[in-house]
């Protein structure tokens, strides 16, 4: 593969990229409802997101946040995230792209990469945001479509 650069509707080739084995890093700023179906998180994933009071009443889908969560996600929140960086076993994928429906129709671009000292070092980014916070709290009372159950905490906080 070797590096790649995909735009100006780089979510196929996103979507594709990170549908892998093993544990998936992610820093996604700003999620939409629809993020699920772009970024396929599981169990023992991590995302983090900029999930901040002002950002969560704009751009980021507490639905959203939902779904990982009862997915079995780790769902973290940095107030200073806009990065958009994703880390897999073997690929990293660096751009402009939020997870969002407006991101699908605006013109991104993010390159993918199979280059281990990249994957290493995107990794290292993700798990190195600083001002991180465990808890977050989905202020919506719509369940997330085919969840059930609470958002209050993030699985193993107390």
Same mark, same amino acid.
Request: overall charge positive; hydrophobic content about 40%.
């Given at each position: 593969?070797?590096? !790649?650069? @995909?735009?100006?509707?780089?979510?196929?080739?996103?979507?594709?990229?990170?549908?892998?084995?093993?544990? +998936? @890093?992610?820093?996604?700023?700003?999620?939409?409802? /629809?993020?699920?179906?772009?970024?396929?998180?599981?169990?023992? /994933?991590?995302?983090?997101?900029?999930?901040?009071?002002?950002?969560?009443?704009?751009?980021?889908?507490?639905?959203?946040? =939902?779904?990982?969560?009862? =997915?079995?996600?780790?769902?973290? $929140?940095?107030?200073?995230? @806009?990065?958009?960086?994703?880390?897999?076993?073997? +690929? =990293?994928?660096?751009?402009?792209?939020?997870?969002? @429906? $407006?991101? !699908?129709?605006? /013109?991104?671009?993010?390159?993918?990469?199979?280059?281990?000292?990249?994957? =290493?070092?995107?990794?290292?980014?993700? /798990?190195?945001?600083?001002?991180?916070?465990? $808890?977050? +709290?989905?202020? $919506?009372?719509?369940?997330?479509?085919?969840?059930?159950?609470?958002?209050?905490?993030?699985?193993?906080?107390?």
């Amino acid at each position: 593969m070797g590096m !790649t650069f @995909h735009g100006p509707s780089p979510w196929p080739h996103i979507t594709r990229a990170i549908r892998v084995r093993g544990p +998936r @890093h992610a820093a996604i700023a700003y999620l939409g409802e /629809d993020a699920p179906a772009l970024l396929p998180l599981r169990a023992g /994933d991590l995302l983090v997101v900029n999930a901040s009071r002002r950002r969560r009443a704009h751009v980021t889908s507490p639905i959203a946040l =939902a779904y990982y969560v009862e =997915a079995g996600v780790r769902v973290l $929140s940095s107030p200073n995230l @806009h990065a958009n960086v994703i880390a897999t076993s073997r +690929r =990293a994928v660096i751009g402009s792209a939020n997870a969002s @429906h $407006s991101s !699908t129709i605006a /013109d991104e671009a993010v390159v993918i990469t199979d280059d281990l000292e990249v994957v =290493a070092a995107a990794r290292a980014f993700i /798990d190195g945001i600083e001002e991180i916070t465990e $808890s977050i +709290r989905c202020f $919506s009372t719509t369940p997330p479509p085919k969840r059930t159950g609470s958002c209050e905490r993030v699985h193993g906080d107390a």
